[in-house]
Every structure is written in structure tokens, then in C-alpha cells.
């Protein structure tokens, strides 16, 4: 729960990629407003801040590269001790006329609001109308492409933490292969890995009522589907588990499945590699400037192509602190998903890819792995399940 | 972590509540919009739902009591399964097409928006902007009496668990003073007291970072800053530890303080008294229907009268699932409070009471106590502190 000593230099870090950030679009300032963080907050802030911030308070980072904090009185102390920012102005009664003078008349400000991408969408509307009304006569605009390139565009020190959360995740999927036996509930498989990671002081990647997702057979729910204590591992299921967790800030989203068996039967082997053929066909098609949909199209076909229904989700989507961390997604172009799928892929982005089969009878098997762009295409950072184990 | 099966009560009871409230109101419907929760989202989703949602979500309350949930078809399953919705409707592509349905046209549609309230303000701009496009010729107004009441006015169960975590916080008050001693210095506190909470399967009812507050003597952060492992407790010193601690989602926030030495010096008994003759006064004009403000005067005047500067904050505010729960504050009329200070205080809403004198050489005295509305005044739901104990 503590802050690390080595958050400092992530925070800077991250604070001069997004100077950077600024000057490479039109804004003038770049700026996070927030209140009262302690309940989660705008999404982009532990990025650029150790610990939390009560009453309104603005994080502005000026075009010229300055970065300047107004916040009540009480939390200027820590946040001028961290030496990320070059001016720390605290505040007791409103932060009105702070704000005015740090924001010139006719400024382009960039604010955290998206309607495609929750991670970039951290400004509430309330406090939206705040700011209407303490900053006549600036243009308010949404910040979406520097939030998003700084969220999805890695850092060496986030990639190494990203790769302990793989690892973390690697040794538990371990131990659930370990574990899971013949008439052990989804319940008690869920229970035990929350058992692990809570002992391993680690958190999960998402709502942990869902994490893991623990699927056997053809009765279980799909999806984010609380694991069932009546549902048990039985011979000729496919048993699958789809996990995330959170080690130092980053995240980890996988899923492996095995066959409740002796032998794999044929049905099972050929959605095995139907399912990996697909992967296979979103990683050839995934790098820098490739719109998302693209890569979720050539996994689209793959799958149709061998026989299977198309899957109701996006391909890949980024991964980060969170497992659903926003930006550009590998999807359709779907209403829902709004623009996500229609950027460019970035290098040093990390994506899941990801996608299952339903077969009659025995389950789902579902596939998941995570890979970083380069250069010129992408790098495994998990290692491929490509066969089916028996588990009995 | 996990769901409680106890959980299931607490959102029915608390929908049954919403619909109430709606029906006292001019709204037609009841909105929560919402999308990828799992970190954080809306205030107010703990309070109707279990879990998270992944897709842009709808979660409606008509004021003829109906409830209907509109959510990605993933997330379907568990809400059909918790028996709290009428009616659960999932989609794939665009919730467009269900939520057009759902709302008719010319509909008086509370959202959770307010300038002037953290707890009320879940909705984020960027998904504002979706529902403006998605319904148009409806009324998209703020749903902040509904959301407040719902959250501040405190069922049995809450109050039931609210005690729980307070008997929690004394029991670690009571540590604290066995552990605190000559030499030891602030961040050591802290840690004991982090290892205390894991050990107990509690957490933080604010951000962990400053969580608990521990000030020893006058060179200390005082506020919301980080424990220094610089500052130890000495001779002469004042000992100030403000903790909260959240049980099974409720939460708790208390303020405590000791001497540092034999016998209690004449300026620090002065400054203890003051402090509980403000808290005393501040109890004694909190009842329901009192604008917030005149609460926060009475203890103002007191603590002035005693020859003591102003505090610059609130001298209550709610506690419910954070320790900072929103709705009516017991502050003054400051901008920065917004509309908070002037709402009627209602029955069944819990508040601290706090305040604190800094004593040149000596720290911070700062005593906070946790009180519930009655329907003629209030009940002390801590055990107050009205001496001040040595520590040596």
C-alpha cells in the first residue's frame, strides 16, 4: 500500500514524457483537475503523482515544459518534497484565482475527457462545469492524445515491471494446474488463487469478484461471470482460467485452459489450434501504424476461416497499471467501441491478444497473451500456450 | 476482496431506498452511467451493485420503483443472478439502441453530476458528452438530491458496520500508545500501524500514503502529509495520530492525541480543553435541518472565544464508505465547499467532529470524534477524548 521510493523517478519520468506530449500537439497547457482522489480518481494521476489530493486541485504541465500544482494547503507540503513540480501553489479558501492566473485569457487547455476511452475520461462533469465557469474566454478541448501516449507508450522501468507481473502470473497458473483436480469447484480454484495472491502481496487487475475468471466445462459463465461453488471440474471439460494481477503499479492479463482428460480429443485439439491460429494472425498484422481493427480483422478471418463463430469482443486491447488500460484497441469497428479502434498502433504499446471458442459439450477455450510493439511488429512478452495439457 | 454473501441485502436495501427517494423528486428516472469500473468509477456504484461492469452500463430506477439494468452481455449473467434488477438487458454492439428504449422521450433524467459534491459527481465528462448524443430530447439534469440522501442516510446494517470499524480504530489507538515511545519516529508509527490493519484484513479509509496521519512536536507536516522517519517522538512533544480504517465498506475516522512526557504542561491542557469545548459546541447545535454552516460556527466561535485561531478546514464531515463520504459538510461558506455547507443536516447521517490548535514548541492538538444524527440532536458513536494521556 506504501509508496515506493523508486515511484519518484517513474512520476518524473512520466511527467517529462508528457512535456514532450504537450509541445508535439496545439495545447497550450495540458491540465488534470481533481478532487477528493482517495475513491480512485482521475485514471491518469498515478502517472504524474505519488499519493493522493483532497480538495480541488489542478496539475498543469505549460507547452514550454513548466509544470505547476495548485492544491489545497494541506497537500502542497508532499507534493512540493517530491520535486516533480517547479512551482507548488497551495490554497485554503478557492482555488479560483490561482487557477485564473496560472490559465492566460484565450488559452487552448487540454482536459482529461474522452468519449471513447475511460482512461482518458478521468474529468467528471461536474467538476467540467466548475472549470466553465472559473475559465471564461479559454478553450477547453479533451487532452485524449496526450493522455493516451502517455499511458500506452512504455517506459524501460514500466516494461520491467510488466514483465514480474507476467512472471507472478506464470507461477500461479503454476499452481492452479497444481490444484485443480477432479471435483474441485470453479469456487475453490477462485479461492485458492486469491489465497496466493493475497500472501504474495500482490493485488488483482481488475474488479477481484471477477478475477480470476474460472470456467469447466459447457454449464460455466463466460465472461466476467462469478465462479460458481456448484460447478465442478469433471472428465471431458475444458477447464479455463483467465487471470490478471498487479505487482509495484503494473498489470498482467492471461488465460490458459486445459482439458480435463487422459487424451485431447480431436474437437478439443482442433479449437486449440484454431484459436492459436488466429493469435498467430493478429500478431503478423500488429505494428506501429497499423490501425487496431486491422489486427482484429486478420484474427476475425482466421477464426471464421477455420470453422468458428467470430468472438463478441476486441482481439487485443492495452494493457498497463490496469488490465484494461485503455487507448488504442485491436477491435471492430463496433458503435461501442468508439474511436479506440480506428488509431494507430504506437510502439512500446502493450496488447493483449486474445480469443476463445465455445465447443458443445465441453467448455470454452480461450486463449490469451500479451506482447509489446517494436519497431517493426511485436515481441511475446508471455510465453504462447500452443498445446493442450490434460489435467486429472 | 471477495463479494460477501451479506452484500445482496445491503444493494436491495439500498435500491429500495433509491426508489423512494426518486419518487420524492421531479425526476422520471434514476441514472448511473458507467463503464470499466474496476478502477473506481462511480461513487455510488458500491451502494446498488456487487462487482464491476466492463462496457458502458445503465443502471435505471423509475420512479414507479422499476429497476432495470442495461450492460454489456458479459456482464449480464451476475447482475440477472444477484435478483436485484426487474429486468437485465445486455448487448453487444451499442447500448444505444436498449438505452433509447429504456428512456422515453421527454424524460427527466438525474444523472450523477454536481459541481459541489465529489460523492454525487461519478459521471465523467466524456460519457456526459455520449448520453447529450445518444438522447436527445430528454432532460439530462443533476440527480444530487437523490444520490446524497441515498449515500449520507444510514440504514441499520451500515450503521451496524460503522460501529464495527470504530471498535477497530480504538483497538489500534490503544497499539499505537503501547508502540509509540522516546525515540521511535513518526514513519515507524505508520508502519506499525500498516502492518496492524494488513494483519487484521482491514484497509484505508483514505489514501494509504498519508493514512495514518502521525505528527509528533512542532516540525511536523500537519495535514495530509507523508510520516518523516526524520521527525521522533520526544520530550515535550504533542503525539497526534489521525486513522481510518474501512471494515466490510464502512469506514471510520478518528483523531487522537498524548503528551510526550510526565505530566501534562498548562498550555497543552488549555489547548485540549478549547478544543472539546468547540467539539462540545458543535455537537450540541447539530440536529436535523440545520444548514451545515451553523454547526461549523458554533465550534468556530468557540475555539476564537477560547483565544485560539480559526481552523482552516470543515469541523464535520459524513463518514459512510470513505472517510470523506460527501453530502451536507459542517463547514463554513467557503467557495471551495460549494453548496455543501448550506444543505439541512437529515436523521441517520454520521459526521465527524474535529478540530485541532497548533502550540508553538509543542505540535498539533487535534481531536476528531464520530457522531450519528438523531432525530433531536446526535449520538457519540466514539468514545470521546476529553484528556490527554502521557506517553514516555
Redesign the interface.
Known amino acids: ?3 515506493k521510493s523508486d515511484m519518484a523517478s517513474l512520476t518524473r519520468e512520466k511527467l517529462a514524457q508528457a512535456a514532450a506530449l504537450v509541445a508535439a500537439t496545439d495545447l497550450d497547457v495540458w491540465m488534470t483537475f481533481v ?7 482521475d ?1 491518469v494521476l498515478p502517472l504524474i503523482l ?3 489530493l ?3 486541485s489542478a496539475l498543469i504541465v505549460y507547452r514550454d515544459g513548466r509544470k505547476v500544482a495548485i492544491v ?4 502542497a ?2 507534493l512540493a ?1 517530491s520535486g516533480d513540480w517547479d512551482d507548488v501553489v497551495p ?6 484565482e490561482p487557477l485564473t492566473a496560472a490559465i492566460p485569457a484565450g488559452a487552448r487547455v487540454g ?1 482529461n ?18 472549470l466553465e ?1 472559473m475559465l471564461p474566454d479559454r478553450q477547453l478541448v ?1 487532452a485524449e492524445p496526450v493522455v493516451l501516449a502517455l499511458r500506452g507508450r512504455k517506459t524501460p522501468e514500466e516494461i520491467r515491471r510488466m514483465r514480474e507481473a507476467i512472471q507472478e502470473t506464470d507461477r500461479l497458473f503454476a499452481d492452479i494446474a497444481a490444484f485443480a483436480r477432479f471435483g474441485r469447484s470453479e469456487r475453490e480454484v477462485y ?1 485458492h488463487v ?1 489465497a496466493l495472491v ?1 500472501e504474495r502481496g500482490m493485488s ?7 478475477d480470476p475468471i474460472v470456467n469447466s466445462g459447457p454449464n460455466s ?6 465462479p460458481s461453488a456448484e460447478i465442478k471440474i469433471e472428465e471431458g471439460h475444458v477447464f479455463h482460467v483467465d487471470l490478471g494481477i498487479t505487482k509495484d503499479g503494473y498489470s498482467s492479463d492471461i488465460q490458459r485452459c486445459w482439458y480435463v482428460g487422459t487424451a485431447v480429443p480431436e474437437d478439443v485439439q482442433a479449437g486449440m489450434d484454431a484459436v492459436n491460429a488466429a493469435i498467430t494472425a493478429a500478431a503478423e498484422a500488429l505494428r506501429p501504424g497499423q490501425p487496431g481493427w486491422t489486427v482484429d480483422e486478420a484474427a476475425r478471418s482466421a477464426i471464421v476461416a477455420h470453422g468458428y463463430p467470430e468472438y ?2 476486441a482481439v487485443g486491447h492495452q494493457v498497463g497499471r ?3 488500460d ?1 487507448g488504442t484497441l485491436l477491435g471492430p469497428r ?3 467501441y468508439g474511436n479506440s479502434p480506428l488509431q494507430a498502433v504506437q510502439e512500446d504499446e502493450v496488447y493483449t491478444l486474445e480469443l476463445g471458442v465455445t465447443l458443445p459439450g465441453r467448455g470454452y477455450i480461450g486463449i490469451e497473451e500479451m506482447v509489446r510493439v517494436t519497431s517493426d511488429g511485436c515481441e511475446w512478452l508471455s510465453e504462447r500456450q500452443l498445446s493442450m495439457p490434460c489435467l486429472a
Chains 1, 2 share one sequence.
Open positions: 500500500m506504501r509508496v478532487r477528493e482522489t482517495a475513491e480512485g480518481g485514471p505519488e499519493g493522493g483532497t480538495w480541488q489545497g494547503n494541506y497537500d507540503d508532499p518534497a490554497y485554503v479558501q478557492s482555488i479560483r482536459l475527457f474522452s468519449e471513447s476511452d475511460d482512461k482518458a475520461d478521468g474529468l467528471t462533469h461536474g467538476m467540467y462545469r466548475l465557469g479533451s479461492d486469491h493475497k488483482f487487475s481488475w474488479d477481484p469478484a471477477g459463465m463466460i465472461g466476467h461471470g462469478i463478441l469482443h490496469k488490465a484494461h485503455g463496433w458503435e461501442r
